[in-house]
Structures are given as structure tokens and as C-alpha cells.
């Protein structure tokens, strides 16, 4: 069993859609990271939260420490937030362990 | 703020031959981790660096794979006598400290090496 869990691994979307994606943790941990990797490849660190809920835009990013989950949620998906996701949590030594991704395409 | 730069985004290479990536962390940042995303997979830990020290190098191969942060310049993962399973995207990502605790870590754009 991976330390990191995330589900769907695929999903497509309609555009204008409401898209949860979740992750499910192991191990205790001191913050989780949320990743964005586009089609060309790129990774960018979109939310990094400890607790509670953070927002940027249209992307929520909610994490619950007791039950070790966590959810990123795009309101009004647009076929540029077509991409993976990738949930991410450090470990010791500075590692981190990551989730296989879950790979989103927004449909116009 | 340039964030993180990586060079080359894109090698290729023969097997046999070498291959250097090269990754300017963010300003500010003295902390490198490298990462490798094989094809269909998630992205791997390969090795930690701090300035003239490798902190954590647990997830490098042992053989023809290296990784430098000299004093100045950017830090270099190296990999000699490259052979076909060696293509891969390798991402690097800076953090100002370690990523135990809430740190940001900010990730390059990714270096693409084919072997061919």
C-alpha cells in the first residue's frame, strides 16, 4: 500500500464542472502539498496547507489531519485546468512521498 | 525572480554517452532536491543537496549517476554511459530550508532526456 492515495486517477470534465480530487495519507505529517503538472511537463506547487482550507482563485484546497485526507476542488473547470495532479506529503530526510497523480481533462 | 531554472529542457543522447542537467535554484533558496518521473509514473526521490554537500542521495542509482551543488554555479546531476531506461523527465525543486515542516518548495520546469 502506498503512503499516499489519490483517487480518481483519471477524470474528465465538462467544462464550467465542479472537480474534486482527493488524497488519503499513511503517515502523520507536518503539511501537504498540492502539485499542478501541465502537458508539456512542468510542475507547479499550488497550495501547501497544514490545516484547515486554502484558496487561490478557482482552486480549494482542504485538508482534515484527524482523518489524514485531503481534497483539491476546482469550481468552473476550464480545459486549461486539463492536467495532473499530484499530491505530495515530506517525509524524514527531506523526501517527499508523492500520490501517482490523478489525471484531469476539461472538456469545452 | 526567475524561480527555478533548469537547462537543458530537452537532451537526447546516444547510449554510452554522458548527460549533464543543470538546475539554478530560486534565489534565496540553498536546499536541491532532484526528482526523476519515469514515463507513466510518479516522480521518484534521487538525491538532496545543500551547498558542497550531498545531505541524502538514498534514491540515486549507485552506479553512472552523480550529483554536484558546488559553492557557486548551479547543481548537476550527471549520468554517465546513459542507457535507454535512463529516459526519463528530471525535475529539480529549491526550498529556502528543509521540506520537513510547511516549507514552499518550488519546482523547474523539467529536464526531458532520450536515449536513443
Known amino acids: 500500500k502506498n503512503e499516499v492515495e489519490q483517487s480518481p486517477q483519471n477524470l474528465t470534465a465538462q467544462e464550467g464542472e465542479f472537480i474534486t480530487i482527493n488524497c488519503s495519507y499513511s503517515?502523520?505529517?507536518?503539511?501537504l502539498h498540492w502539485l499542478q503538472q501541465h502537458p508539456g511537463g512542468g510542475i507547479v506547487s499550488l497550495f501547501m496547507l497544514s490545516s484547515g482550507k486554502k484558496k487561490h482563485g478557482r482552486l480549494i484546497a482542504t485538508i482534515n489531519i484527524q482523518e489524514k485526507h485531503s481534497s483539491l476542488h476546482i469550481t468552473a473547470s476550464h480545459p486549461r485546468d486539463s492536467a495532473v495532479y499530484i499530491c505530495a506529503v515530506p517525509k524524514t530526510g527531506n523526501q517527499f512521498y508523492f500520490g501517482t497523480g490523478t489525471s484531469l481533462t476539461v472538456i469545452p | 525572480n526567475a524561480g527555478v531554472m533548469q537547462n537543458p529542457r530537452h537532451l537526447v543522447r546516444r547510449r554510452g554517452q554522458e548527460a549533464r542537467l543543470r538546475c539554478s535554484p530560486m534565489?534565496?533558496?540553498?536546499?536541491v532536491y532532484w526528482y526523476r518521473q519515469l514515463p507513466e509514473e510518479g516522480l521518484k526521490f534521487m538525491v538532496y543537496l545543500q551547498k558542497e554537500n550531498i545531505i541524502d542521495e538514498s534514491g540515486m542509482p549507485k552506479e553512472r549517476f552523480s550529483a554536484e551543488f558546488p559553492k557557486e554555479g548551479p547543481s548537476i546531476l550527471r549520468i554517465q554511459q546513459v542507457v535507454r531506461g535512463d529516459s526519463a523527465a528530471y525535475f529539480c525543486?529549491?526550498?529556502?530550508?528543509?521540506?520537513?515542516?510547511?516549507?514552499?518548495?518550488?519546482f523547474g520546469a523539467g529536464s526531458r532526456l532520450t536515449v536513443l
Open positions: 525543486a529549491s526550498s529556502a530550508t528543509g521540506i520537513s515542516g510547511a516549507n514552499v518548495l518550488t
Open positions: 503517515v502523520g505529517i507536518s503539511a
Open positions: 534565489k534565496g533558496h540553498s536546499h
